[in-house]
């Protein structure tokens, strides 16, 4: 049951966080995160869980991104 709810958890921070930057609702994944509490702590945890470690990937791939770009801009202007 455990690996159903993690699954499920993943999907729905993924879908979560997808919105939430089209939005541009920045208190989505909060409010989806509560909503899940009322009625599922374990739903919650692994929600929640499952969405820093999404947002944690995302902030992190946007650092190497932006680090690789300026290297790269740097050796082109040399």
Same mark, same amino acid.
Request: net charge negative.
């Given at each position: 049951? $455990?690996?159903?709810i993690?699954?499920? !958890?993943?999907?729905?921070? %993924?879908?979560?966080?997808?919105?939430?930057?089209? &939005? @541009?609702?920045?208190? &989505?994944?909060?409010?989806? @995160? %509560?909503? &899940? !509490?009322?009625? $599922?702590?374990? !739903?919650?945890?692994?929600?929640?869980?499952?969405? #820093?470690? #999404?947002?944690?990937?995302? #902030?992190? #791939? %946007?650092? &190497?991104?932006?680090?690789?770009d300026?290297?790269?801009? %740097?050796?082109?202007?040399?």
């Amino acid at each position: 049951m $455990s690996a159903i709810i993690d699954q499920m !958890a993943h999907e729905l921070a %993924k879908d979560a966080i997808e919105a939430a930057t089209a &939005l @541009g609702d920045e208190e &989505l994944v909060v409010d989806i @995160g %509560k909503n &899940l !509490a009322s009625s $599922s702590t374990t !739903a919650e945890e692994a929600f929640m869980t499952a969405a #820093r470690v #999404r947002m944690a990937l995302i #902030r992190a #791939r %946007k650092l &190497l991104n932006e680090r690789i770009d300026a290297a790269a801009a %740097k050796l082109d202007e040399e």
